[in-house]
């Protein structure tokens, strides 16, 4: 069992940075995928970035990638999202997501355990 919590969001201006963490209890952090996905008002849930076990490979999403870096610290069961260059179409609630998958799946339902998000507002 794992139980994630998500921290970091807030109003943020277009072009501006925000760093969002997502600690994890339990002592089998280091055998999951980690990943973030993001949720808009009335759109779908969508992958933003991955991560391995180990964190030797991070996937992103083309929407997100140069701009976003997901990383991942075992020691301290968390796993972090750099978000720079902010845009307001990267408004969403944001959620973190642990899975005994393949890194980088983009599928939520490859992912076994959730947050319950943290929201992100970048005003233009």
């Known amino acids: 069992q794992v139980q994630l919590v998500e921290s970091g969001g807030g109003l943020v201006q277009a072009g501006g940075s925000l760093r969002l963490s997502c600690a994890a209890s339990?002592?089998?952090?280091?055998?999951?995928?980690m990943a973030w996905f993001r949720q808009a008002p009335g759109k779908e849930r969508e992958f933003v970035a991955g991560?391995?076990?180990?964190?030797?490979?991070?996937y992103y999403a083309d929407s997100v990638k140069g701009r976003f870096t997901i990383s991942r610290d075992n020691a301290k069961n968390t796993v972090y999202l750099q978000m720079n260059s902010l845009k307001p179409e990267d408004t969403a609630v944001y959620y973190c997501?642990?899975?005994?998958?393949?890194?980088?799946?983009?599928?939520?339902?490859?992912?076994?355990?959730w947050g319950q998000g943290t929201q992100v507002t970048v005003s233009s």
């Open positions: 991560v391995s076990w180990s964190g030797g490979s991070t």
């Open positions: 997501a642990a899975g005994r998958t393949i890194a980088g799946g983009t599928q939520s339902y490859l992912y076994d355990y």
């Open positions: 339990g002592r089998t952090f280091g055998m999951y995928a």
